[in-house]
């Protein structure tokens, strides 16, 4: 979402156009809370147009995580 540059609402937003009914609260408490399912995330990756994953982008948002929780 960052490296996109969308915020919750904006993501709740074009998830409930593709059908998928998540507010922006609810959105926001499940990945502070890391309860995001499968399905959600793949879901999310693509309303946001994601085509390719890399592994060295995935461990820094998972280092980036870690931080914040700190």
Do not use: H, P, T, W
Not at 9 to 27: K, T, V, W, Y
């Amino acid at each position: 979402m960052s490296v996109r540059g969308v915020k919750y609402q904006q993501l709740s937003e074009r998830l409930a156009q593709a059908g998928i009914e998540q507010s922006a609260d609810n959105l926001r408490n499940k990945v502070n809370k890391g309860i995001m399912g499968a399905d959600l995330l793949l879901q999310i990756l693509m309303v946001l147009n994601v085509r390719s994953l890399v592994m060295s982008d995935l461990q820094e948002i998972l280092a980036d995580l870690e931080d914040q929780e700190r």
